[in-house]
């Protein structure tokens, strides 16, 4: 028995027509637009190997994949493919695409460190403060 890999690819779909809320797009739709691109892409065989979409919010036409580790490649080629939908031009974009669905949550080029043993210290220092007052923390 093998074990499959999987992979997830966060996306975003825009609209060509500047319409930031496109009301006909839901999960069933989007899953057919990628489905349709894969097939214009690579053919009918690489439609078949298929994939999951995991969810799909369309107040902010964001979705999330997951697909074998074999298909990723194959898949983000398609997503470059514009699709149409009732005469209104789409286009997926990648924003993120890992082998770790948590590591789809935090960007490390905006996370900011937060000082566990300061903020306890100081969280204790103002519990012991007798007039509901937060104590100086830096010592000045």
């Known amino acids: 028995m093998s074990h499959q890999q999987w992979w997830y690819i966060d996306f975003v779909v ?4 500047n319409n ?12 057919s637009l990628l489905l349709s691109s894969l097939k214009t892409f690579f053919g009918d065989s690489a439609a078949g190997l298929g994939f999951d979409l995991l969810g799909f919010r369309p107040a902010q036409m964001r979705g999330i994949i997951r697909c074998s580790a074999s298909l990723v490649v ?15 031009t789409l286009s997926f974009s990648t924003i993120k695409a890992s082998p770790l669905l948590t590591a ?3 960007d490390s080029r905006s996370y900011k460190h937060k000082n566990y043993l300061t903020a306890k210290r ?12 937060a104590m100086d923390t830096d010592g000045s």
Not at 20 to 31: G, I, N
Not at 74 to 88: D, F, H, Q
């Open 122 to 133: 100081k969280l204790q220092l103002e519990s012991y403060s007798d007039d509901g007052e």
């Open 20 to 31: 930031p809320h496109f009301d006909q797009l839901d999960a069933v739709t989007t899953k």
């Open 74 to 88: 194959k898949l983000r080629a398609s997503m470059t493919l514009p699709v149409e939908l009732n005469g209104e």
């Open 14 to 17: 825009t609209s060509a027509g």
């Open 104 to 106: 789809l949550l935090a």
